[in-house]
């Protein structure tokens, strides 16, 4: 399992469709992928859970994976979110 810090560098923060290529991103690795916010996880291969997040911009939050490609999984995620601007 690998956790990584991650700071959201949109300063408008994600709306709906980039929430949704953000789950298509994580949904393509084998590996189970989380995003944790404050005090709560969801699955980040689930769009209702991932709706149910609020990303701010420069707010900070983990994302977590594990399994077999879960570096590639957290890369994958983070590169996303990284040209989210």
């Known amino acids: 399992m690998i956790k ?12 709906a469709r980039p929430i949704a290529l ?13 995003i944790e916010v404050d005090d709560k996880q969801v699955n980040a291969k689930s769009i209702m859970g991932m709706m ?4 701010s911009g420069g707010e900070e939050f983990t994302v977590i994976a594990d399994g077999a490609d879960e570096k590639e999984a ?3 995620v983070e590169k996303f979110l990284a040209n989210q601007k």
């Open 22 to 34: 953000l789950v298509q991103e994580a949904s393509q690795y084998a590996s189970k992928v989380y």
């Open 74 to 76: 957290i890369l994958g």
């Open 4 to 15: 990584k810090l991650v700071t959201m560098q949109n300063v408008k923060g994600l709306d």
């Open 52 to 55: 149910s997040l609020t990303f």
